[in-house]
């Protein structure tokens, strides 16, 4: 039975333009949006395959041009980045954002926003929830992997290195006006990194699914999420020049993203934030080792919702208790991450995946002061993450 919460709150202020040729539609984009003048954020793995002549190739011929290109954005944004991106637009007299490339690029594109549109100096000051005071500037976003979902979130984070901390921005105002989802953009992703992304979508959908903040509108997105992942991630993965499969993932990535921006995330998300912090594990990595467990840490409390989880995870077995559903589905992930860790190579557990056991201590440590513990539906406690933790190294 679906329960409908006494109070919710649910936003998506982005328009999506999503196909085969949905690159094409850049200028039209740009031009509805008034804006002439686009510096392009990315980064080197996207130059090194070759997806910026893409985007020459759809701006040929018309009024607007990508006047900059910034495309030194490494694989964790850092303050020091952003106040380049931003110098990089006043210097080239921009007037929109093109965030093309993975989430770090998303969030250098959002934090230099947040510079240029503050007109400040200390990015900083604006950390946190709803500090951002005056409309930003227009950012499309083009996603080159499938997985953050960050083209339709209102977070970014930024990282002081200087301090050594990685801190959270979140307001209504860093959505991106229109993300484009073509599958070209993201056919030069390896296998690896398709299989790590597209877990990391499906932590995103099916944690949205069993967290507090959960609502019907998120749930429609989340379930919807889940099967796509089911059915066409293995594809993406064997097949890479797959351009259907490629398209499904990289929507599930958008609307698994649209979910958990609304109903958020719980333990497997802290707890691949902190091995990402201490150990440096890929966070789409982290997750696909931490989901089950997760999950399991989540039966005895919501076991309904993990059992509503299952038949979009492709299992027959509906029979049975909530609880014995539920199974099912947990055992439904773990065999698809032992199938795509045949396929390619991505780790299924922390010892694999670089993770040294003496640095279980100070992961758990981590995982308990993330925020994402608020949403989860079980208690989050030390004993449990530490047996989380045993659990997953081996």
Do not use: W
């Amino acid at each position: 039975m679906m329960v409908i919460p006494q109070y919710y709150e649910f936003l998506c202020p982005v328009k999506i333009v999503s196909g085969l040729k949905a690159l094409s539609h850049l200028p039209y984009e740009m031009d509805q949006l008034g804006v002439k003048r686009a510096l392009v954020v990315t980064d080197q793995g996207v130059v090194g395959a070759g997806l910026i002549k893409h985007l020459h190739a759809a701006m040929e011929g018309s009024a607007g041009e990508l006047a900059a290109v910034y495309d030194q954005t490494p694989p964790d944004s850092s303050v020091k980045v952003v106040n380049a991106v931003a110098n990089l637009y006043k210097e080239k007299n921009c007037d929109c954002l093109i965030a093309l490339g993975g989430g770090s690029c998303m969030d250098t594109a959002k934090g230099a926003n947040i510079v240029i549109s503050e007109g400040t100096d200390d990015l900083m000051k604006f950390q946190g929830s709803d500090r951002l005071t005056k409309p930003t500037q227009p950012m499309i976003a083009i996603p080159t992997t499938a997985g953050t979902g960050s083209e339709v979130t209102l977070a970014a984070v930024i990282a002081d290195k200087d301090k050594g901390v990685k801190m959270p921005f979140v307001s209504d105002r860093l959505y991106p006006r229109v993300a484009i989802i073509d599958p070209k953009m993201t056919m030069t992703m390896p296998p690896k990194i398709t299989a790590a992304t597209g877990m990391d979508a499906l932590t995103h959908a099916v944690e949205a699914y069993m967290c507090l903040q959960k609502n019907p509108i998120s749930d429609a997105f989340a379930l919807g999420a889940i099967q796509l992942v089911f059915e066409n991630l293995p594809k993406a993965v064997e097949k890479g020049d797959d351009e259907h499969a490629r398209l499904a993932m990289a929507n599930a990535a958008l609307i698994a993203g649209i979910a958990f921006s609304n109903a958020m995330v719980g333990i497997v998300h802290a707890l691949a934030h902190a091995t990402g912090g201490v150990a440096h594990v890929p966070h789409g990595v982290a997750n696909a080792i931490y989901l089950p467990f997760g999950m399991e840490h989540n039966l005895n409390k919501v076991p309904q919702y993990i059992a509503q989880m299952a038949p979009y995870m492709g299992v027959k077995d509906l029979t049975g208790s909530d609880k014995d559903k539920a199974l099912r589905a947990i055992e439904a992930v773990r065999d698809l991450t032992s199938n795509l860790n045949r396929m390619s190579g991505m780790p299924v557990n922390l010892k694999d995946a670089g993770v040294n056991e003496s640095q279980l201590d100070k992961i758990a440590d981590g995982t308990l002061d993330d925020g994402s513990c608020m949403y989860n539906p079980e208690d989050v406690l030390r004993d449990d993450v530490m047996a989380i933790l045993n659990r997953a190294f081996k």
